[in-house]
């Protein structure tokens, strides 16, 4: 079986006019270090808009420590 690497991180995508979290995606840290930002179909909204990466943890990419 293939590893996964640590380099591709679990992003969400935030509308920039609704606010609302829809998709999810993955990208590769050492090669867009940069805030990753995408035209996608907003189904609240019926139409094209932009969705930026978020800067919150999701929690599924580090193991959470036991208590």
């Known amino acids: 079986m293939a ?9 969400g995508l935030v509308s920039e006019e609704s606010g609302e979290r829809i998709y ?4 590769n840290s050492m090669n867009t270090p ?14 094209y808009v932009l969705f930026v990466e978020t800067k919150k943890n999701l929690g599924r990419n580090e193991v959470k420590p036991k208590k």
Do not use: G, Q, V
Not at 24 to 27: A, E, I, M, Q, W
């Open 24 to 27: 999810y995606t993955s990208k």
């Open 34 to 47: 940069d805030k990753l930002s995408l035209r996608k179909y907003s189904p609240k909204l019926r139409k």
């Open 3 to 11: 590893k996964k690497s640590e380099k591709r991180k679990l992003i």
